[in-house]
């Protein structure tokens, strides 16, 4: 028998991959990046006010471009045996779309109005929204909407967006008959089934930024919506009551993408899901162990079955929902607003005399100038790095707080700001550095401690993405903070193997994701191991961590 070949397309921040993968053994035998031009120059975003759109021709040009891209080169038996495809994205990622599921921005005279376009997972217009949204849900007199959610609605999901956006653009209020995931999107382009009510909409999506659940039969109630705003009036009923876990097939190949991306239309086509969680199946989760997505954010998600966690909700996380990264489990939610970033963002601080000033010496030539530009930003992080792991953990007095882009966990608050404590006239880049990635290792701490102290254990460690594939300086601080384990899982890009996963269970290879992951997983290519010495050390600081914690929240919410 033919072996059977499947397609992962996973939907990042700046770019969209696509991977073909041998169902038989999990190797990925071709891949192709596409990066969003649009997006790449800036347009439609707005960093000052956190506004940051994606325009939906960057998707529908990546999307055939990257399948294209990772099938050129391949042979007739493989092409000719790809059996499924599935789609992951980040989110919250939603777009007013008309009655036919088209969104606006790709509609005449809409183009450029960043309202009438996706809004990307890390926008955060809508504070005051999310606010509006937590304030309700405790004081409306029903049902606490936002309880499978941790209690604490955020403004990077679906109804802050969704609310900030119909009162922001009377132009959008007038003409979004519905709203949709980019999830859920692109799997209805792909096989010509776009219609919002016709839709199968991801389970991940809608219970961890939606506020979908069983027990409400589907989404919030209209009464409570209305009491919101009455401009969600009418909305509920022209969105979703069903969900559907990524094992769920939506449909075939339609003729026309068939014949743009050169492949059959007997292609089964998976419901799609977000990013992180499709990574957490392609690093092989498993009961009670902690999977991290570790790059620009975090996301951290546990998987446990349904009968151990019972009617317990955990406070202050990012949604529990049954059948969100694995079907017939729980899947349980967090993550941190930013954690690369924030290197990325110190980073830039200290290469901004490079930028500015060098870039204008008249007695350089442009080539040289280009060359030191370059060359400096590219082993500035890794530099600090060296010099920081330099320094032992008692010798910095600096402490930091990783709370630059807001806090995602535990208890959502993007109007959080960050802070740098313990300055002196010795505090240079690598201790400002090294307090930074402290920062993040003690935000990650948080979280952990959260899940245990609400209930959920915690077995082991399991980290995927940039940050833990490429600086074992931040991985080995991360461990000692945590005090555990941490094992990189082998594959370089676990989240589209992880959609791949799903594809091949959609496409009738396997009966269930346990059974895709062991077939197809990569394994694990490093461990990380917690240092005592320096883990009860890490104790003190930690301490000090939550007091400034403590202490600047308060400062900031007079």
Request: with cysteine; aromatic share 8%.
């Amino acid at each position: 028998m033919a072996k059977k070949f499947v397609i992962g397309i996973d939907y990042g921040t700046d770019s969209v991959r696509s991977v073909v993968v041998d169902t038989t053994n999990g190797k990925i035998v071709g891949t192709s990046v596409f990066e969003y031009p649009r997006w790449k120059k800036g347009l439609f975003c707005d960093p000052s006010i956190n506004q940051f759109r994606q325009h939906p021709l960057d998707y529908i040009e990546g999307l055939e471009q990257s399948v294209k891209g990772s099938l050129a080169g391949l042979p007739p038996e493989v092409v000719n045996n790809i059996v499924g495809v599935t789609v992951d994205t980040t989110g919250s990622t939603p777009v007013a779309v008309d009655k036919e599921g088209t969104p606006l921005s790709l509609k005449e005279g809409y183009e450029n109005n960043p309202d009438a376009m996706f809004v990307l997972w890390k926008d955060h217009t809508a504070v005051k929204e999310a606010t509006e949204i937590n304030n309700l849900a405790r004081a409306w007199g029903g049902v606490d909407f936002t309880k499978f959610e941790g209690g604490v609605y955020s403004s990077e999901w679906f109804w802050a967006k969704i609310l900030h956006v119909l009162r922001h653009s009377a132009e959008v209020r007038k003409n979004a008959w519905s709203w949709v995931e980019h999830c859920d999107w692109i799997p209805g382009l792909l096989t010509g089934k776009t219609n919002p009510i016709q839709l199968k909409r991801s389970r991940c999506a809608a219970g961890h930024k939606a506020m979908w659940h069983d027990d409400f039969n589907g989404l919030p109630d209209e009464k409570f919506l209305t009491k919101l705003d009455p401009v969600f009036s009418g909305l509920r009923e022209r969105l979703f009551s069903k969900t559907y876990t990524c094992d769920t097939e939506v449909g075939n190949l339609s003729s026309e993408w068939a014949n743009r991306l050169g492949l059959s239309i007997n292609v089964k086509v998976g419901a799609g899901t977000f990013d992180a969680h499709t990574g957490a199946v392609g690093g092989e989760i498993k009961p009670y162990y902690l999977v991290k997505v570790m790059g620009t954010s975090t996301c951290d998600m546990i998987v446990a079955p349904l009968s151990e966690v019972g009617d317990k909700l955990v406070a202050g996380i990012c949604g529990q929902v049954d059948g969100s990264i694995v079907p017939g489990m729980i899947g349980l939610e967090a993550g941190q607003s930013a954690f690369g970033d924030i290197y990325a963002w110190f980073g830039k601080l200290l290469m901004w005399p490079v930028t500015n000033i060098i870039s204008e010496m008249s007695w350089l030539d442009d080539k040289s100038k280009k060359k030191i530009i370059e060359e400096t930003a590219d082993k500035l992080i890794a530099e600090l790095s060296k010099q920081a792991e330099l320094l032992p953990v008692e010798e910095t007095s600096v402490i930091a707080l990783d709370w630059m882009n807001g806090r995602r966990t535990p208890d959502a608050n993007q109007t959080l700001k960050g802070a740098i404590t313990g300055l002196s006239l010795g505090s240079d880049a690598p201790r400002i550095f090294k307090a930074l990635v402290e920062a993040t290792a003690f935000g990650s701490k948080m979280i952990n401690d959260r899940f245990i102290s609400e209930g959920i254990r915690i077995d082991g460690v399991i980290a995927i993405g940039g940050v833990a594939k490429k600086n074992p300086f931040v991985m080995q601080i991360v461990a000692d903070v945590l005090n555990m384990t941490i094992k990189v899982a082998a594959s370089e890009q676990t989240c589209a193997l992880g959609s791949a996963m799903a594809a091949s269970v959609v496409a009738g290879v396997y009966k269930d994701i346990p059974s895709a992951q062991k077939a197809m997983g990569g394994g694990i290519e490093k461990e990380y191991h917690p240092d005592p010495v320096r883990a009860k050390k890490y104790e003190t600081l930690f301490r000090k961590y939550k007091d400034l914690g403590s202490f600047i929240e308060k400062s900031q919410n007079y």
